[in-house]
């Protein structure tokens, strides 16, 4: 080991000089200094007098610089690299990144070609981001959960301790007061464990409906739940969706089930307004329906909080389906079922007809992921990450004139295109790209109503996700 001065000639990493920054903050405004920084910075990157691979001051040498607390500047760059000006390199410093895509200011860029053979960025939505998941966490729950007496006998219901965390986790995270524990007389709401979304609508399909019962689902909607449905040997008839969510009056008043995804429609990512929420479950008593909520990305919501679940609303006609699969990962297999109790009865006499009931293991990581706070963690996390991605696609997009349709929440939005056909082409054209998109045409029952790209943002890199903005900005504009 070299102890004493090293010699002249060694090898030392070239590190990038702080250019020069003439910020000027007036004190006098009622504009916040973080943000009076922020914008100062911005324009610097935007006008050329910072480039990209520019080294900035560390906040803690821009504070007494500016002769401001530490908290101003740390606030600045946290804004700035949210929006994609800055990045950190990890024992390096914090650089400045190419303009944002979209950017009012940006200078004039060209499209990225990917190089033949370079890996697909996955932007499909249904897919979690997996790369916020602790893994020291992760690995501590896995450990954790299997620091337990193996099991006798299934339990029909799910696992105690994984029922009660998911009735914490409805109250906490979405307002639904529910028991976790199962009243062996059927009396009162209960949290049923389930293998997931669609494992849970083969169930009630096979428990609940008969044979040629009439199904009303979104239309586009989630295919997997039709084709459980059909499956089962139920008539399924696709039900249009306005602004405001399923188009009550198309729903055949013979219906037994109305299957529907409230808090982030899929895939078109609209909330149901408060009124149609509650014509819907005013209308499913009068006629007889039994309602299927579908609460997918019902977690992440960022801009208000959530609306009433259907469930809080009208638990005696609803049955609240949850999953892990979208908040954690697939991996777990692992999903919920609130429901009325006859519905629980029904469900719970299927499977100890069957012989069927959930796996255990993902219920009892879930459960040490709750009990440690990981879980509580990870979604405070993720819903930081995926409203930040959002902002950025929402930004770079609309500066580019490219129309964006969704609300503030979820993991995907809406690229709408005129046509089936020119949708068809954007994919093609993207796979040449090595864009892997999805398309709303494949969301529906039948002739297209609705046409344009369904983006998700979870799946890929943030890193991926900003250098592809510029190939999707080229080909949704020019194909």
Known sequence: MLTGPQPRHSRRPLVSESPALPVRLNRGSTTPLAVQLAEELRTFAADGRLRSGDRLPSTRALATQLAVSRTVTAAAYEQLHAEGWIAGRHGSGTYVTTAPPGSPRARPRRARVAAPGAPSVDLRPGSPWIGGLDRSAWRRAWRGSADVTPLQRHERAGVPAYRAAVAEHLLRHRGLRVSGEYDEAGEGESVLATGGTTAAVAELAASVLHRGDLVAIEDPGYQRAVATFRAAGMRVVPVPVDADGLLLDAVPASAKVVYCSPAHQYPLGRRMSAGRRVELVERARRQGWLVVEDDYDGELRYDVAPLPLLAALAPDVVVHLGTTSKILTPTLGAGWMVAPPPVVTAVLEHRDNTGTTPAAAGQLVLVELARNGDLGRHLRKLRRELSER??????????????????????????????????????????????????????????????????GYAACSRTQLTEAIPTLVDLVTTT
Do not use: F, M
């Open 390 to 455: 959002r902002a950025l696609l929402v930004t770079a997009l609309t500066a580019d004139n490219v129309p964006v349709l969704g609300d503030d929440a979820g993991a995907h939005l809406v690229i709408p295109l005129p046509d089936t056909p020119t949708e068809r082409a954007v994919i093609d054209a993207a796979r040449t790209h090595h864009l892997v998109l999805d398309g709303l045409a494949r969301h529906h029952q039948g002739k297209p109503t609705w046409s344009g790209i369904a983006l």
